[in-house]
């Protein structure tokens, strides 16, 4: 007996959020004057600035005579088939050539359909681009060039190499000028790589003149830190919270997720749906909102545990209280009704409130360390700068009220996207650019925080969320 089967596959190589590249904060009005294209004998008009992700692959095809971006685009990264996340794919390389190759073929892969494309879009043809910049984390980029990435996986996690490295186009499988000088960023050490650098470079962190903080939000999320003179820097394993992985509601940013909410005084929700249509999930942005509204509403204590619907009676709607369910551990918050949404009910659950708790945690833990390393108030720091495609979307007021940014004034934060793109797009039309980078990485303290008594004390205290009143 035989049926005819309907398979849906969902998309997953065009990025449905695209990565975008950032905005340097200060440009220099002289710029266009030292033009990296001087390289080539004066021969290079179009350069690509490429960002590799560990979701997502960026890229851009600049004119490097007028720093114009001429095209843009991203896709998810092929590597995912052999893990989600950095330490599934350093395993996954296993320490062989045979083992590794397939990983390396298919980053090459994805950015060769995402660079030909760009190019074939601009009009251009391969010989047209002749200069590139490569930014990635540590992993990443050894994966991208086939090195053995297995000393990151293991303590002190140093990978093969940490300076700069000027490489040629058809040694890396890029679809531009075989010829094409492929400058990539340095890394500082472990899991602060050429990203990080990048990004600091971007917002100018090495010429602020007065503390200044910047903050790469991912599974592994960077910190960067500048005392006007000095320059520390630490990872630290946030998990997959901030994108939605292993949140019950969770998804990525596309069609049919819900990206922002806003919880009404009537204690009905108000919510924006990317694509308009009905809502499927809650992304990383909307994750944050959602327990943000529940911690203001009082839902949601300071040390993370739900109250049901009898603990608030009184001091929130009667439309919020409704919404609460279960007990104990598995207490959960309906943002939409079942009934509503074509029989799916989209709630937050006590368990995902201790996902995001953990992570928002473990980089306010971070950013106490590298603050107490350079003597440091919070209260001091004068610019903070929260960085990738995550801290693009999330509004800076949820990040204050959970408390992982520390108490400044909001008019101190500034989200700038995708600040490592950026960087490479700036290391294109500027030499002076690399050599920032490269006195930056060579100069910064790097701070390891595992196995440090004072970041898991700070780690525990961090684990609080600030209670309604508290903070900026």
């Known amino acids: 007996m035989s049926a005819s089967v309907a398979i849906e596959v969902p998309g997953q190589t065009r990025a449905v959020a695209p990565k975008g590249f950032g905005t340097a904060v200060s440009p220099d009005p002289d710029r266009v004057p030292v033009l990296a294209s001087a390289t080539a004998a004066g021969r290079a008009r179009f350069g690509l600035a490429v960002d590799i992700g560990t979701t997502t692959l960026a890229a851009a095809l600049i004119d490097v005579d007028s720093g114009v971006e001429v095209a843009a685009g991203s896709l998810l990264n092929p590597q995912a ?17 045979e083992r590794r190759r397939p990983i390396t073929a298919a980053v090459r ?7 030909g494309g760009l190019v074939r879009d601009a009009g251009l043809s391969d010989g047209h681009v002749t200069l590139a910049a490569v930014v990635g984390n540590p992993a990443m980029l050894h994966l991208w060039r086939g090195e053995d990435p297995s000393s990151l996986g293991v303590a002190p996690y140093v990978g093969r190499w940490t300076a700069a490295i000027h490489t040629r186009a058809q040694d890396v499988g ?43 939000l991912g599974t592994n999320s960077e910190i960067v830190l ?8 630490a990872s630290t394993a946030a998990g997959p919270a901030f994108e939605c992985g292993g949140i019950s509601c969770g998804m990525r940013a596309a069609d049919g997720a819900i990206d922002a909410l806003h919880l009404e005084p009537d204690g009905h929700w108000s919510v924006h749906v990317i694509g308009g249509g009905p809502p499927r999930g809650v992304c990383g942005s909307g994750l944050f909102d959602a327990v943000a509204e529940l911690v203001r509403a009082g839902v949601i204590e300071p040390g993370g ?25 598995r207490r959960r918050a309906t943002i939409v009704a079942a009934e509503s949404n074509a029989g799916r009910e989209i709630a937050l659950t006590s368990a995902d409130v201790r996902q995001l708790q953990l992570a928002n945690g473990a980089v306010r833990a971070g950013i106490e360390v590298l603050c107490a390393q350079a003597g440091l108030a919070a209260g001091q720091l004068q610019a903070v700068f929260v960085a990738g495609t995550f ?8 990040l204050l009220r959970l408390g992982l940014l520390p108490p400044v004034p909001p008019e101190r934060v500034r989200t700038v996207g995708n600040a490592a793109g950026a960087g490479a797009v700036l290391a ?24 440090r008594a004072d970041y898991q004390e700070s780690l525990a205290r961090s684990l609080r ?6 903070g900026p």
């Open 226 to 233: 500048g005392d006007g003179a000095r320059v520390f820097a």
């Open 109 to 115: 892969r994805g950015l060769a359909t995402l660079a």
């Open 174 to 216: 890029l679809p531009i000028d075989p010829a094409a000088a492929v400058y990539v960023f340095p890394s500082l050490r472990s899991h602060v790589g050429a990203d990080a650098i990048a990004a600091a470079v971007a917002v100018d962190l090495d010429r602020q003149g007065a503390p200044a903080l910047l903050i790469d």
């Open 465 to 470: 969320f600030p209670a309604p009143g508290e």
């Open 391 to 398: 801290g693009q979307y999330v509004r800076k007021a949820s």
């Open 81 to 97: 088939e052999f893990g989600a996340d950095v330490m599934s794919r350093i395993h996954a390389a296993g320490g062989s050539d």
């Open 305 to 329: 545990a739900m109250r049901s619907a009898q603990q608030v009676s009184g001091t929130v709607s009667d439309a919020l209280a409704a919404r609460l369910s279960g007990s104990g551990g």
């Open 428 to 451: 294109l039309i500027d030499r002076r650019v690399r050599d920032r980078a490269e006195r930056l990485a060579s100069g910064a303290n790097y701070v390891e925080l595992a196995g």
